[in-house]
């Protein structure tokens, strides 16, 4: 579906186009072409194909979507894929933008993604002395707004982290929270993967983009695509920051188990061990034997609930002051 097109020149916008129009305006000189498309149909996507001469294989990566961020040089032209990540409940829904980049034109499909471009194309034309630059600099708008958009997933994440942590040393820590923290913590570990999936790769675009054997369509701004670059840098060691704490987050989630169980153990043990002393003292009374001392004595059964009582008070104190109970 097509959601914009208009030709520039000299940072300021010629006109809105038709689809038929393009090829018109490609033919003049400082002038380019911006197209953006939406979920695109075979027949649109030919279409775009036979206005700006695209590279075959660049259409069937289009085509088929579902690739991994990626900049691919055809001649003058450039193709760069990047992810679209939007954050839900439950996990991160990926979208995908396909960029066609050359001297004359720039063509971005989006697919699968609720996210729009309009305030990049209105960013862009308000400020024309880099507009002027021509299409490398749409291609830099873009590519900034994508890998900006990812900074409030990962504080999201971070703020996720953060609440598990807190309920991790939470004093009313049970084995079902125990559960209930782990899958939370591999449910933050995947999202952390689809995002880094998505910004490990874009480091390499923007760092061939931003080199000084970029392509040349982008030769001129190559100070803010490496910009870009170091924004990807913070991006991806804020990651790895996190995917470090994760894995920490869960041994202290199963060390803390261990603990608790731990605790448990000591203090069934030691009301083992109380039980144990007094069945011991009641099964000796208790045998059948004639010549036992105290059978006959009038204060034998007194005596022998006293002497369980007391020793089973001391372990009772004695546990307690070394913690098991």
């Given at each position: 579906?097509?959601?914009?097109?208009?030709?520039?020149?000299?940072?300021?916008?010629?006109?809105?186009?038709?689809?038929?129009?393009?090829?018109?305006?490609?033919?003049?000189?400082?002038?380019?072409?911006?197209?953006?498309?939406?979920?695109?149909?075979?027949?649109?996507?030919?279409?775009?194909?036979e206005e700006f001469t695209l590279h075959e294989l660049a259409v069937e990566d289009a085509r088929h979507g579902h690739q991994r961020p990626k900049l691919e040089e055809y001649g003058e032209s450039v193709?760069?894929?990047?992810?679209?990540?939007?954050?839900?409940?439950?996990?991160?829904?990926?979208?995908e933008v396909h960029v066609f980049v050359g001297h004359n034109y720039v063509l971005s499909i989006r697919n699968r993604s609720q996210q729009h471009f309009l305030d990049i194309r209105e960013r862009c034309e308000r400020e024309p002395h880099l507009l002027k630059q021509g299409s490398g600099f749409v291609l830099y708008?873009?590519?900034?707004?994508?890998?900006?958009?990812?900074?409030?997933?990962?504080?999201?994440?971070?703020?996720?982290?953060?609440?598990?942590?807190?309920?991790?040393?939470t004093?009313?820590?049970?084995?079902?929270?125990?559960?209930?923290?782990?899958?939370?913590?591999?449910?933050?570990?995947?999202?952390?993967?689809?995002?880094?999936?998505?910004?490990?790769?874009?480091?390499?675009?923007?760092?061939?983009?931003?080199?000084?054997?970029?392509?040349?369509?982008?030769s001129s701004i190559r100070d803010y695509f490496r910009d870009v670059y170091d924004h990807l840098v913070r991006i991806d060691a804020s990651i790895d920051t996190i995917r470090d704490t994760i894995g920490t987050a869960i041994q202290v989630n199963?060390?803390?188990?261990?603990?608790?169980?731990?605790?448990?153990?000591?203090?069934?043990?030691?009301?083992?061990?109380?039980?144990?002393?007094a069945t011991a003292l009641a099964g000796i009374w208790g045998m059948n034997f004639e010549q036992m001392p105290e059978l006959k004595w009038e204060y034998g059964y007194p005596l022998a609930l006293l002497t369980i009582g007391l020793a089973c008070f001391f372990l009772y104190i004695r546990f307690r002051r070394i913690g098991w109970l």
């Open positions: 579906m097509l959601i914009n097109c208009a030709a520039y020149e000299n940072g300021a916008r010629l006109a809105y186009l038709t689809v038929e129009e393009i090829s018109d305006y490609l033919e003049r000189p400082g002038c380019f072409v911006w197209v953006a498309l939406r979920d695109t149909t075979p027949e649109e996507l030919d279409k775009m194909k193709f760069v894929v990047m992810h679209l990540l939007e954050l839900g409940e439950k996990e991160i829904t990926l979208g708008a873009l590519m900034d707004a994508v890998v900006d958009r990812y900074f409030p997933i990962l504080d999201r994440l971070e703020s996720e982290l953060e609440k598990i942590e807190e309920q991790i040393f004093k009313n820590f049970t084995k079902k929270a125990a559960r209930t923290n782990i899958e939370r913590l591999y449910e933050l570990k995947r999202k952390i993967m689809v995002l880094k999936h998505a910004v490990a790769p874009l480091m390499e675009v923007a760092g061939k983009l931003s080199g000084s054997r970029g392509p040349a369509v982008c199963l060390s803390i188990g261990a603990i608790e169980n731990n605790e448990v153990n000591k203090r069934l043990a030691a009301w083992a061990g109380i039980f144990a002393v």
